[in-house]
């Protein structure tokens, strides 16, 4: 059981996982500051975000009270979670996908020009090939 831990926990897919999880929290702070200070300002200049929260639906119960449903608490998680992907695609996303394009832009013009090299293979039947005219040409 002790070996199949160690094994479990060397493997390379743990560690990245690991890192992941790490520099996903890191990301969190990030992306959370550019949330805070920059969308909810823009979203404050058009409506008051602060009353969204506040919004409750009260709803009669069996008992002759009523029960109050935050649907202004479901409706801010939303644009907030709309406002931290739209931060997330446009700010990181899209300028990454952007770079490895213009990357591969580059790796291909280079690999254009060249012709591929031969395998060992197709090396090896050239040189049977030359080998075998050598042996069939008289000597003088």
Do not use: C, W
Request: charged share 15%.
């Amino acid at each position: 059981m002790i070996q199949g831990f160690k094994a479990f926990i060397l493997r390379g897919n743990v560690i990245d996982l690991a890192v992941a999880v790490v520099i996903g929290a890191a990301f969190t702070g990030i992306v959370n500051a550019i949330v805070a200070g920059l969308i909810n300002p823009l979203i404050a200049l058009v409506f008051q975000a602060d009353s969204l929260g506040e919004v409750v639906i009260g709803i009669p119960n069996v008992r002759g009270g009523t029960t109050d449903f935050a649907v202004g608490l479901i409706l801010a998680a939303i644009i907030n979670f709309i406002a931290v992907a739209i931060v997330v695609y446009f700010v990181f996303v899209h300028p990454m996908n952007r770079l490895k394009e213009r990357q591969e832009a580059r790796k291909g013009l280079g690999q254009a020009d060249k012709e591929p090299l031969p395998t060992e293979t197709e090396l090896l039947v050239q040189i049977r090939d030359l080998l075998e005219t050598q042996s069939q040409t008289p000597r003088a």
